[in-house]
């Protein structure tokens, strides 16, 4: 197994791609956990039939948005496993040499790509009619590849330094300007 790993190693292709690889794996625990919830939110919402008949505006909203408000446990719970498998082992160099607000920027992109989950959640479900099961499938093959461009470039992108010996021109005023012409 130990020369298995070794010759996958070895090759280009995962010499290329490795972190790609490497947040593939990762996207996939993610996706189970996010999974998981999801289909547990929706189990509970179904434990209860009565609430699509409810009265009570909040009640009827929630159950009626039950595959939406999955769609939000799943996510927060996911993306917080995510940031720290991705800060821990994909991206530990750039991680390390991040200028801060790394986490920000990394909840700001799946952000993005939470609020695109949001619309194909509604385009899937309501206007092509796909089942609530089968949505959450769908959506992972469109967010990933985003994800994955947002956290490499995005949210763990190095720190910007200057070259050494290199100095910045400092930024000219109009009245610098007025003197060096006269």
């Given amino acids: 197994m130990k020369k298995l790993m070794q010759r996958m190693h070895d090759t280009k292709l995962y010499k290329k791609y ?4 490497k947040f593939c794996i990762v996207g996939g625990t993610n996706f189970l956990i996010s999974l998981i919830i999801y289909y547990f939110v929706l189990w509970v919402f179904s434990c209860f039939p009565a609430g699509l008949h409810s009265s009570n505006a909040l009640v009827l909203f929630s159950f009626h ?16 496993n995510a940031y720290i498998l991705n800060r821990v082992w994909v991206f530990r160099k750039e991680a390390r040499k991040a200028a801060k607000g790394a986490v920000f920027r990394f909840f ?6 939470f609020f ?3 619309f194909l959640i509604w385009l899937w479900v309501e206007v092509f009619s ?3 099961m089968i949505v959450p499938f769908l959506n992972v093959l469109i967010t990933t590849p985003i ?8 949210s763990f992108r190095k720190k910007k330094t ?5 100095e910045l021109a400092p930024f000219e005023t109009s009245d610098q300007e007025e003197d060096q012409v006269q």
């Fill in 116 to 118: 695109l989950s949001i």
């Fill in 18 to 21: 490795h972190q790609f690889f």
């Fill in 162 to 166: 200057h070259l050494d010996g290199i």
């Fill in 147 to 154: 994800n994955f461009l947002l956290s490499k470039y995005f």
């Fill in 108 to 113: 700001a992109s799946y952000g993005v790509t």
């Fill in 65 to 80: 948005n039950d595959s939406q408000i999955a769609n939000v446990f799943a996510f927060v719970i996911s993306v917080l």
């Fill in 130 to 132: 796909i089942s609530k």
